[in-house]
């Protein structure tokens, strides 16, 4: 056996089985979460060709019944009873359902009406997409605990490169079940997770124990595991392609897999190569880390126009209060502050203006949305507003070395209280607790 040591600096060996028999020893240290991309892509190997380390520890997470889940949450007297999220109006369609609605049969993109007719009895809810933004942010704080390389796929499902990680938390299950266990800690909700040496087969591992799964797919069991599956779940076969290969008799993945590439031509063309290795399980994209927003906002549209000041500030003081707990939920901080206002006339301003320190106190966001606020209304006493909005830019991390670093605006009273806060909401719902002010007006945003 060759073994090929890569010493990055001191500290703990990771130790790497390659298929070709090989066994490479990468190395990691206390600051690996900092080390991006994961070590040793290519390792020389003694004066010959290079040894590809492409063996790959892939993580891919899927929450379960996001939407509905968030709802069962924050309402625990829907727990157990069916559950279905989605527009409530004529032309609306199921965003999700729990798993109790869909044993009648109810799934995400089915017209509303269709549902109602299979599952009279189910609560109907309509979506709370801030609620759901600040669960997702809270959950990718989780992935973010365990490797820097996480691409999120939406707010519910992400990839996490965690080759680097291995030693680190004692290995790949390991990894997937403390993942799962944070999540649950931090949120109380269940994700599902799938574990394998590419995305492919991670994100179809995560599927395949739905809900609260886990499940490893290890190199030798690929064909075990992906033969047996339906053609359609290989990425790009669909509706249209499907079809051509039941009339060739192939069904299945592992028919897909043995077929001849010369009978699969005349249906994928120059893509037959690319179908028959997604068959064998290799795919060898690199997960792309999500670059983290650039910036975070929240308007309202109201009802009926709205001239009151008192009223238009406690709207910015609950957008402020959104806006922030959503930056300290992703360890973020903002240095401008962005206020947009439309007026009944559909004449939209928007005002902002960069603080001399980073901040994502409720406080000092709203003060300074106030004051841009107050700045536009010297000249628009009684104009009448159609939609108020608050956002914030210039976004770095809490921890980073840039302005957030330096001077801060926030008190320690400020980020205490704004802590506080931070853990009731988390506990009891959204905006459970909220500023005073802010109870003059309580409206969902958009
Ligand atoms: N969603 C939506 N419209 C769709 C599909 C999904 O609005 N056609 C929303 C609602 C889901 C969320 O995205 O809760 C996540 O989508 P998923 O496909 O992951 O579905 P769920 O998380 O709801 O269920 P599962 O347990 O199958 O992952
Ligand atoms: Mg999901």
């Known amino acids: 056996m060759v073994q090929v040591q890569a010493l990055i600096k001191d500290r703990e060996l990771l130790s790497y089985p390659c298929p070709d028999g090989f066994r490479i020893f990468l190395c990691c240290h206390a600051d690996i979460m900092k080390l991006n991309p994961p070590v040793g892509k290519s390792i020389m190997n003694a004066g010959q060709k290079p040894v590809e380390a492409t063996a790959r520890a892939i993580i891919h997470v899927d929450m379960d019944a996001f939407y509905a889940a968030v709802e069962c949450l924050d309402n625990p007297e829907l727990k157990d009873q ?29 017209p509303m009406g269709r549902a109602r007719r299979l599952c009279p009895q189910a609560q109907y809810i309509r979506p709370r997409m801030s609620r759901y933004r600040e669960i997702s942010a809270l959950i990718f704080s989780v992935f973010r605990n365990f490797t820097p390389t996480v691409e999120g796929l939406s707010l519910d499902e992400a990839f996490l490169d965690v080759t ?103 249906v994928f063309g120059k893509r037959t190569e690319h179908f028959q290795n997604l068959a064998r399980g290799e795919d060898d994209r690199e997960v792309q880390p999500s670059r983290p927003d650039k910036s975070i906002s929240h308007e ?37 502050v962005v206020v947009k206002i439309r007026d009944a006339g559909f004449h939209t301003v928007t005002r902002s203006r960069s603080m001399r320190a980073c901040s994502n106190s409720t406080r000092t966001l709203y003060r300074m949305a106030r004051a841009l606020f107050e700045s536009w209304r010297e000249k628009h006493k009684t104009t009448p507003v159609r939609l108020i909005g608050m956002g914030v830019t210039g976004l770095e991390q809490e921890s980073g070395d840039g302005k957030a670093a330096g001077d801060r605006l926030d008190s320690s009273t400020e980020k205490s209280l704004d802590k506080v806060l931070d853990r009731i909401n988390q506990r009891y719902g959204d905006a459970k607790i909220v500023h005073g002010l802010a109870l003059r007006r309580s409206k969902e945003d958009h």
């Not at 609260?212 to 033969?227: A, N, S």
């Not at 897909?256 to 005349?266: F, V």
């Not at 709207?315 to 401008?336: D, G, I, N, P, W």
Request: aromatic share 4%; hydrophobic share 45%; charged share 25%.
């Open 300 to 336: 309202v549209t109201f009802d009926t126009d709205l001239a009151d000041r008192r009223e238009l500030l406690a709207e910015l003081l609950r957008q402020s209060e959104k806006v922030s707990r959503r930056l300290r939920a992703q360890e973020l901080m903002a240095s401008t």
């Open 82 to 110: 069916p559950v279905i999220v989605g527009g409530l109006g004529p032309r609306g369609v199921v965003a999700t359902a729990n798993y109790a609605a869909r044993v009648f049969g109810v799934h995400s993109a089915m």
């Open 164 to 266: 680097s990680s291995l030693k680190l938390f004692g290995g790949l299950e390991e990894i997937g079940l403390q993942v799962k266990q944070e999540i649950l800690r931090k949120t109380g909700l269940t994700a599902s997770v799938g574990i394998a040496h590419n995305k492919f087969l991670a994100k179809l591992a995560s599927d395949a124990q739905k809900p609260d799964g886990l499940v490893y797919v290890r190199p030798g069991e690929v064909h075990r595991f992906l033969d047996p599956m339906p053609v359609s779940r290989l990425w790009g076969i669909g509706k249209r392609t499907a079809p051509k290969l039941t009339a060739l008799g192939i069904l299945t993945i592992g028919q897909l897999r043995r077929c001849d590439a010369s009978i699969l031509r005349p």
